[in-house]
Structures are given as structure tokens and as C-alpha cells.
């Protein structure tokens, strides 16, 4: 075989045929990239090859939790028409439960698994536009793990979080579901303090000192107005030390330490994924001159 995995990623992108289709064309052509195109093209696949150059950034984000394990799943199109159709929605929960039975590590990987490129080379038939499996996190939930998830605005945002405590109940489930709408709110980059970068903190550490000498603050006393500032940097990257959107009274930690006692166990923080549709998508913006233009072409 002379060509890779990513060969096959790479003319999937390039023609927007499913992976075993670009597989096989591989296989024809003896990996050559560009014979591997013009044969998928002989073959009536160049309508997907156009729809590969369009840009995917509308679609939904979906979060399914069965038992100890839960999926948070981004699937893009490109418009928020196509997004919100019964039958797009129907190809997301599809993706997911799959996802969710299978052991699949990526989705270089998932897109490799005929069953799944058919039904996006299907969706991408029946519906016209291109569609692209853009990421998925996976969290399989360990002893005394308790999953909830948070789907924002019909599918804009969406939080998956795993809780560890020894009782599991209907005051734990309502946390759960409450740290979800904090990270999908307040948006932590880390759980805790001891989770930050140090690197990130460090360079943080510098940022602020130059702040304080450039405010004209005296050398001895710039360390200390940076010790002050970094738990403001806290509060706002870790979500335990973040005011707790309910009641910014007191903090995430704080609620967490309510709930822990109410309850009679400990209660702690696992792990957290949250996804933002399109985050990171560059989306193409057409002036009216192009739009007459693009429209001329197909006339």
C-alpha cells in the first residue's frame, strides 16, 4: 500500500466522498493524490468534490450519557437550516449512540468505519450540503463516577462533567446538571488550581508584573499585587474557585462542600469537556459583489 490513513483524511477533505470511496480510489490509482481525484470524478463523484470546498460552520453539538458512559459529539453543516432539519439532527444521534457503543479512539479513526461514512455520504446526498464529523470526547465514568450533561441553546453548547462521590441521588444529579450550565456560563479552562498550566501561569506571572511596573508600582511591592492578582486569574480559568452562577456569594468549591454535606459524602470534581458549535471555524463572509458573481457562474 502506497498511501496512508492520512492520504485518505487528506482526499476526503480535497473531494468530500466518504472514506472508503477514497480508499478505494487510492487503492486504483496507487496512492496518486491527483489520479485518486480524477477517478473519483469519473466515477460521478464530483458534485461531493464541490461541496468539499464549501465551509462547514453551523451544526450542533450533542451529548448522549447512557449508564457510566456519555458522548459530546460536534457535527457541522453549513447552514443553521440544515442544522436544525429532523434529518441532520437524526445523523447526530446516530454518530453519538455509535460512538457511544464502540470503542473509537478519534475521528481519523471513526471515519474509517464504512457504517459511518455511508450515512454521512447519504446525508450528504439527500440533504446538499457538505457535512463534516468535526470532534468527539468520550468519558467512560470510573467507580463511583456520576455523569451529567448540559446541551445549550438547542445544541450551540454543549457539557459533559464526571462527579465522584459514594452516593448517587437526586441532589447530586441537580449538581451535576448546576456545574454544567457554570462551565457552560463562566466558561474554566481547568477543574482546579493544581490543573493550570504551568507554563501558562508562569507567563501569566509576567504578564501581570509588567502590568504592575508599567502602572509605576515600587519593585517591593509588585510580588504582592501579583500573588493578588493570580487568584483573580484563578477565578476566572478554574472552575472551583469561580463564583458560583446561582449564588456568587460563594464559590463552585463552596456549593459543591454544601451539597457534599447535605448528602453525608465527599463530593469531587473529575473532569469536564464542553464544545462550542463552530469554535475555532473560520466562517466565510461573501460580500453582495461576490454573491452576484458566484451566482453568475451557475447560470
Not at 493578588?228 to 474557585?241: D, F, S, T
Request: with cysteine; charged share 30%; net charge negative.
Amino acid at each position: 500500500m502506497n498511501f496512508t490513513n492520512k492520504d485518505i483524511m487528506k482526499l476526503r477533505e480535497i473531494t468530500g466522498v466518504g472514506m472508503m470511496d477514497c480508499k478505494r480510489a487510492l487503492q486504483e490509482t496507487n496512492g496518486d493524490m491527483d489520479e485518486a481525484v480524477k477517478y473519483l470524478r469519473e466515477k460521478g463523484m464530483a458534485s461531493a468534490a464541490k461541496k468539499a470546498s464549501r465551509i462547514a460552520a453551523e451544526g450542533l453539538v450533542h451529548c448522549q450519557v447512557e449508564n457510566n458512559v456519555a458522548v459530546l459529539l460536534e457535527v457541522n453543516c453549513e447552514t443553521d437550516f440544515v442544522a436544525r432539519s429532523d434529518q441532520f439532527v437524526a445523523l447526530v444521534e446516530k454518530v453519538a449512540a455509535y460512538i457511544l457503543n464502540h470503542d473509537i479512539k478519534d475521528v481519523e479513526e471513526l471515519l474509517t468505519i464504512a457504517q459511518i461514512s455511508t450515512l454521512v455520504a447519504e446525508a450528504t446526498a439527500a440533504i446538499g450540503e457538505k457535512i463534516s464529523i468535526r470532534r468527539f470526547e468520550k468519558f467512560v465514568a470510573g467507580q463511583n463516577g456520576v455523569l451529567e450533561s448540559y446541551i445549550h441553546m438547542g445544541g450551540k453548547i454543549g457539557v459533559v462533567v464526571e462527579l465522584q462521590t459514594a452516593v448517587s441521588n437526586d441532589q447530586v444529579a441537580e449538581l451535576g446538571h448546576n456545574v454544567c450550565m457554570q462551565i457552560a456560563a463562566a466558561k474554566p479552562d481547568v477543574v482546579s488550581v493544581n490543573d493550570v498550566d504551568p507554563a501558562k501561569l508562569e507567563a501569566e506571572r509576567e504578564i501581570l508584573a509588567n502590568q504592575a511596573r508599567n502602572e509605576g508600582k515600587p519593585e517591593a511591592i509588585i510580588e504582592k499585587m501579583v500573588v493578588g492578582r493570580i487568584q483573580k486569574y484563578y477565578k476566572e480559568v478554574c472552575l472551583l474557585e469561580q463564583p458560583y452562577v446561582k449564588n456568587d456569594e460563594v464559590n463552585v468549591k463552596g456549593e459543591i462542600a454544601r451539597v457534599a454535606k447535605a448528602i453525608g459524602a465527599e463530593i469531587s470534581v473529575v473532569r469536564f469537556a464542553k464544545y462550542e458549535m463552530g469554535q475555532g471555524i473560520e466562517k466565510r463572509v461573501d460580500t453582495f459583489a461576490e454573491e452576484i458573481a458566484d451566482a453568475l457562474k451557475n447560470i
